[in-house]
């Protein structure tokens, strides 16, 4: 079974750009979860999509959002992007219940210059 | 609201001595508990999870984590580490059903592990 994967693998942006990441869930897998990984703050949740909606956030701007599509691929958007938002970002997928393990993809590197 | 703590930043352990990555948390309702690994410029792989049940989980590569409820820890432990074992190691918390459920990890700062000849 493929894994989670995550497209680009780096992406290089200046400020006031915006962003869009991808990720396809292993198959099967029908929730989507995203994370940013960053020296200074750590991994922090962004947010889950389950079935196309959105149905857990973390605390981060309203740039930040995402959407899940009807083949569970999700994408995620940062719109105009500051030099914070330099990170590594995760995609998860999983069955969907708490209880369940995620899978993590490889992740995205942004660099914002 | 629900945290995750991880008191050391590094452990530094010998080739075939036994390990052991400490983790605490606070959290409302019955906690969801999972330790994951990351190598360098990679995603993180599960390791293992505490759901309910027997306080001692068997995972993968050997680890295995103790759940003791009145100390609220979730200790990860291997009886023999391997140099192979060196990597960053996260443990994380997942809300219930009755606190919210789905999955919205929250993690520990990591604890880096570095196991020496």
């Known amino acids: 079974k493929a894994g989670v994967t995550q497209t680009p693998r780096y992406l290089i942006k200046t400020r006031g750009q915006q962003v869009t990441l991808s990720c396809s869930p292993i198959?099967?897998?029908?929730?989507v979860s995203w994370y940013q990984q960053t020296p200074g703050q750590g991994l922090q949740f962004l947010f889950e999509?389950?079935?196309?909606?959105?149905?857990n956030k973390g605390n981060f701007p309203g740039r930040f959002s995402g959407r899940q599509f009807s083949n569970s691929r999700s994408e995620m958007n940062v719109s105009t992007l500051e030099l914070g938002d330099s990170a590594l970002y995760l995609c998860?997928?999983?069955f969907g219940q708490g209880r369940n393990e995620q899978f993590f993809g490889p992740g995205t590197r942004l660099t914002v210059l | 609201a629900q945290s995750v703590a991880q008191p050391e930043d590094q452990v530094n352990v010998a080739e075939g001595n036994p390990l052991t990555v400490k983790c605490t948390y606070s959290?409302?309702?019955?906690?969801?508990l999972f330790w994951y690994v990351q190598y360098p410029n990679r995603g993180l792989q599960f390791l293992l999870k505490?759901?309910?049940?027997?306080?001692l989980v068997k995972g993968s590569y050997g680890f295995e984590a103790e759940f003791n409820k009145s100390q609220t820890s979730f200790h990860l432990k291997k009886p023999s580490a391997l140099v192979s074992d060196s990597a960053l190691y996260f443990c994380?918390?997942?809300?219930?059903?009755?606190?919210?459920?789905?999955?919205?990890?929250?993690f520990g700062t990591g604890t880096q592990l570095k196991v020496e000849l």
């Open positions: 998860a997928s999983s």
């Open positions: 198959s099967g897998h029908r929730s």
């Open positions: 999509y389950f079935s196309e909606t959105q149905r």
């Open positions: 959290v409302s309702g019955n906690p969801y």
């Open positions: 505490y759901i309910t049940g027997d306080n």
């Open positions: 994380a918390v997942n809300p219930d059903i009755l606190t919210g459920g789905g999955n919205k990890l929250t």
